[in-house]
C-alpha cells in the first residue's frame, strides 16, 4: 500500500456526508414559554422606566435642580433597542437552514 493510496482513501473517508436531522430537545417548549415571559418582563421594565423618567423629568423641571432623566430615557431607549435586536437575532439563527 503506498502513501498516496492511503491518502486517497482516508480523504474518501473524511468527504462523506454526514446527514444530521435536528430535533427539538427534551423541554424545549417549556423553555421557549420562560423566553417569552422573560420578553415580556424586559418590555414592562422599559415602559416603567419611561413612566418613571418622564415623572422624574417633570418633578426636576418643577423644582429645578440637576436633570438626569433624559439619561434615564436614553437608557431605557436603547435597553429597548437592543431587547428588540436580541429577539431578531435569534429567530433569525434559530430559522437558517
Known amino acids: 500500500m503506498t502513501t498516496a ?3 486517497g482513501e482516508t480523504l474518501t473517508v ?11 430537545p427534551p423541554g424545549a417548549p ?6 417569552n415571559y422573560l420578553s415580556w418582563l424586559v418590555m414592562l421594565a422599559g415602559i416603567a422606566a419611561l413612566i418613571y423618567a418622564g ?3 417633570g418633578w426636576e ?8 432623566s433624559p439619561k434615564i430615557i436614553l437608557a431605557a431607549l436603547v435597553g429597548g433597542i ?3 435586536s436580541a429577539g431578531t437575532i ?3 439563527v434559530v430559522t437558517a437552514r
Open 5 to 7: 493510496y492511503a491518502v
Open 14 to 24: 473524511l468527504a462523506q456526508e454526514i446527514r444530521i436531522t435536528p430535533t427539538e
Open 30 to 35: 417549556a423553555l421557549t414559554n420562560l423566553v
Open 55 to 57: 415623572g422624574k423629568f
Open 61 to 68: 423641571r418643577f423644582h429645578g435642580g440637576a436633570v438626569e
Open 82 to 84: 437592543i431587547a428588540t
Open 90 to 92: 435569534m429567530n433569525a
